[in-house]
């Protein structure tokens, strides 16, 4: 059974850190590009980060570089986002999934998702 789990979010206070993990089961992970999305209320969902499946390539969006950091342990199966300097913005639903195809930021190259982990940041 295919399966992504995120876990590590919560409420941190605006410039406090936060560390979100995506546990895989039912496949290997490094057959896969994976990629952090995030969804606010309201909004569409967005890429955060990606990272390809032999880890040479990361990419992140915008707004989070410097701050957000994308790595996978495929050991474990899973997949990391170190996310410092949490600012108010950051606020969202954030989602693990994985890509056959490349990393990317573009939701419609995933195939398959987690759940999601709340991330709320707010003093």
């Known amino acids: 059974q295919l399966q992504l789990v995120e876990s590590g979010g919560g409420l941190v206070q605006p410039g406090g850190s936060l560390r979100l993990s995506c546990g895989a089961s039912g496949f290997r992970l490094d057959d896969y590009a994976m990629g952090w999305f995030r969804q606010a209320p309201g909004k569409e969902r967005e890429g955060v980060s990606c990272i390809s499946s032999s880890s040479i390539t990361t990419r992140y969006e915008e707004s989070v570089k410097g701050r957000f950091t994308i790595h996978r342990d495929d050991a474990k199966n899973a997949v990391y986002l170190q996310m410092n300097d949490l600012k108010p913005e950051d606020t969202a639903v954030y989602y693990c999934?994985?890509?056959?195809?490349?990393?990317?930021?573009?939701?419609?190259?995933?195939?398959?998702w987690g759940q999601g982990t709340q991330v709320t940041v707010s003093s």
């Open positions: 999934a994985r890509s056959g195809i490349a990393a990317s930021l573009w939701p419609a190259e995933y195939d398959y």
